[in-house]
C-alpha cells in the first residue's frame, strides 16, 4: 500500500500555468503575424503542454544572440578602422568602452587603484574596466590590445543582456515573452556595446526577480551593486520602499535599502581607503562638469549660443538638475501613496527612473538603455515600446552625426547641424514623456494595465503582492485586500 501512494505520488502531474502570447494579446503583434500564418491557434495550451526543447527562455537566448551579433556587426567598421575621430561619429559605430581604454590608459593604470588613474565612469565600471584590461595583456600593445579590450567586454556584455532576458522573463510569470521587448531590441543594436550600462540592467533585473520572490535582504544588496555600474538603481530601491511603506511592509523595505547602502558602499570605501583621491576625482569631475549636449540644459546652451541668449552656467544647471528632480520624486511619490490602487513595482520603478534620465546633467542617449528592462515591466505594450525605441535610436544617431561635424570636421553629407540634434534630442524626450503618460494611465486606472488583468495584481511585488493597504495619501480610499487570481478566469482572459 505504501509503495503504490509513492507511486501515485511520483506520478501526479505538475501542475502548469497557462502563459500569455504576445501574437493573441498584443494589438500589433497579432498584425504582424499575420504575414506568418496569424496568432498562436485558439486551441494551443502555451505553459501547459510541454513545448519540447523550444522553451520559452532557450527562444529568447537565441534571440539576444542573434541581436548581439548584429549588434557586433554595426561595430564592424571601427573594429577594422579603429575608433579614429571623425569616422566613429560619420559611421556611428562610436563606444566608450575602447575610447576609455586609450583616454584612461588602461593598458597601465587600474582605475580608482592605481595612483594618478582617473576614471569617469562609477566604481564597479571602473574594476570590470581594469580586469579586463589586465586580461587582454596578452594581445600586445595598441590598436590590437584596444580591439582585444572592446571584444572581451562585448562579450561579458552579452552575458549581462542574456542575465537580463532571463530574469525579466522569470520574475514576469505568466508574461515571459514581454522579455523578447529586450531580447529583440532594436535600441540595444546600436547602444548595447557602447558602455557598461547592461551590466547595472542585469543586476537591476535580478534584484527585480529576487524581490518578486520575497528575498528582501538578496535583492537590495543586488541592487547596491547596480548601483555601482549606474546609480540609477538607487531609485529602484526607493520604489520598493514607498510601496513597502503603502503596504505596512517598511520593515522589509528596510532590509532591502541596508542591503543596497552596504553594496554600494563597499567598493567606495574600498578605494578610499587605498586612493582617496581618485574617488575625489570622480565626484568633483561629475559635479564640475559641464551640461552634456543630450541634457535640457545642454541643449538650452547650445541654442542659446546661438540667439543669444544667456547661457546655464554649471552651478544653475547642478541646482536645476536637484530641483526638477526633487520634484518628479515627490510626485511619483504622492502616486505611490495616493493612487486608488497600489502601483506596481515595475511601474513606480519605470517612473522614478524615468524622471532621473530626463533631468540629469549628464544625460545620454545610453541611458536608454536604463529604461528599456523596467519599461518591459511598466508598460509592455509592443506598439508604444517600438516608438520610444525608433526615438531613443534617432537620439543616438543624430548625437553621432552632430559630434561628427563638431569634433571632426565632417562634411555635410555625413553629419548633421545643431538644429537638426537638437530636435532629435527634443523628440526623444517627447517619447520618454508620453510613455510616462502611458504609465501613469496604467495606474490611475488598473483596466488598462495588461499586467492586471484577471485578478494579477504585481508579479514584482514579493512580500508586497495582494498586502493591505496601510499608509495612503488623498485622495486614495482604503480598499480590501485584492482577490487571489483565478486561474481559471486568467486562462479565460488570455484565450478569450
Known amino acids: 500500500m505504501l509503495k503504490a501512494m509513492q507511486d501515485s505520488h511520483r506520478q501526479a502531474p505538475v501542475k502548469r500555468a497557462r502563459i500569455v502570447v504576445p501574437s493573441r494579446s498584443d494589438s500589433l503583434l497579432s498584425k504582424v503575424t499575420e504575414a506568418v500564418g496569424g496568432p498562436l491557434g485558439r486551441r494551443t495550451a502555451p505553459g501547459i503542454v510541454d513545448p519540447g526543447f523550444f522553451t520559452v527562455e532557450r527562444v529568447l537566448v537565441a534571440m539576444v544572440v542573434a541581436s548581439a551579433f548584429v549588434a557586433l556587426l554595426f561595430k564592424f567598421h571601427c573594429r577594422e578602422a579603429g575608433w579614429t575621430t571623425p569616422d566613429q561619429y560619420s559611421t556611428t559605430c562610436w563606444s566608450g568602452i575602447p575610447n576609455s581604454f586609450v583616454e584612461h590608459n588602461l593598458s597601465v593604470f587600474f582605475p580608482f587603484f592605481s595612483p594618478g588613474a582617473g576614471f569617469d565612469s562609477p566604481p564597479l565600471a571602473g574594476i570590470i574596466a ?16 584596444q580591439l582585444a579590450f572592446f571584444d572581451l567586454n562585448a562579450a561579458l556584455l552579452t552575458v549581462a543582456w542574456l542575465a537580463t532576458v532571463v530574469a525579466l522573463a522569470r520574475s514576469m510569470r505568466r508574461r515571459p515573452w514581454d522579455a523578447a521587448i529586450v531580447a529583440a531590441s532594436p535600441l540595444l543594436l546600436f ?47 526607493v520604489a520598493m520602499v514607498l510601496l513597502s511603506l503603502r503596504a505596512g511592509r517598511l520593515v522589509r523595505g528596510l532590509e532591502t535599502v541596508a542591503a543596497a547602502a552596504a553594496a554600494w558602499l563597499l567598493p567606495v570605501l574600498t578605494i578610499l ?32 549660443s546661438q540667439l543669444g541668449l544667456p547661457r546655464l552656467e554649471v552651478p544653475a544647471a547642478n541646482t536645476l538638475q536637484a530641483v526638477l528632480l526633487a520634484i518628479c520624486v515627490l510626485l511619483v511619490a504622492w502616486l505611490a ?114 499586467v492586471r488583468r484577471a485578478g494579477a495584481d504585481d508579479p514584482q511585488g514579493g512580500v508586497l503582492e495582494f498586502a493591505d493597504d496601510v499608509v495612503l495619501l488623498p485622495p486614495a480610499a482604503r480598499r480590501a485586500v485584492p482577490p487571489a487570481p483565478d486561474d481559471d478566469a486568467e486562462s479565460s482572459a488570455v484565450h478569450g
Open 130 to 145: 581594469g580586469i579586463t584590461a589586465w586580461l587582454t595583456a596578452p594581445a600586445g600593445t595598441g590598436a590590437l590590445r
Open 273 to 304: 581607503v587605498s586612493n582617496a583621491p581618485a574617488w575625489t576625482a570622480y565626484v568633483s569631475g561629475g559635479v564640475n562638469a559641464q551640461p552634456s549636449s543630450s541634457s535640457l540644459y545642454g541643449a538650452w546652451n547650445l541654442v542659446a
Open 337 to 450: 501613496l495616493g493612487a486608488a490602487r497600489r502601483p506596481r513595482v515595475g511601474q513606480l520603478a519605470f517612473l522614478l527612473v524615468a524622471a532621473y534620465t530626463l533631468t540629469d546633467k549628464h544625460a545620454a542617449p545610453e541611458q536608454a538603455v536604463w529604461l528599456l528592462p523596467l519599461l518591459a515591466l511598466a508598460h509592455p505594450k509592443w506598439r508604444a515600446v517600438l516608438l520610444w525605441q525608433v526615438a531613443a535610436v534617432l537620439h543616438f544617431l543624430a548625437l553621432m552625426l552632430f559630434l561628427g561635424r563638431e569634433l571632426g570636421g565632417v562634411n555635410a553629407q555625413h553629419a548633421i547641424d545643431m538644429p537638426y540634434f537638437v530636435l532629435a534630442a527634443l523628440l526623444y524626450g517627447l517619447a520618454t514623456i508620453a510613455v510616462v503618460g502611458l504609465v501613469v494611465r496604467d495606474v490611475l486606472d488598473p483596466g488598462f494595465d495588461v
Open 191 to 237: 547602444a548595447a556595446f557602447t558602455g557598461w550600462d547592461l551590466w547595472a540592467g542585469a543586476l537591476v533585473a535580478v534584484g527585480l526577480l529576487l524581490f518578486a520572490r520575497k528575498r528582501t535582504f538578496a535583492a537590495g544588496a543586488v541592487l547596491g551593486l547596480a548601483a555601482g555600474f549606474a546609480p540609477y538603481a538607487l531609485l529602484v530601491v
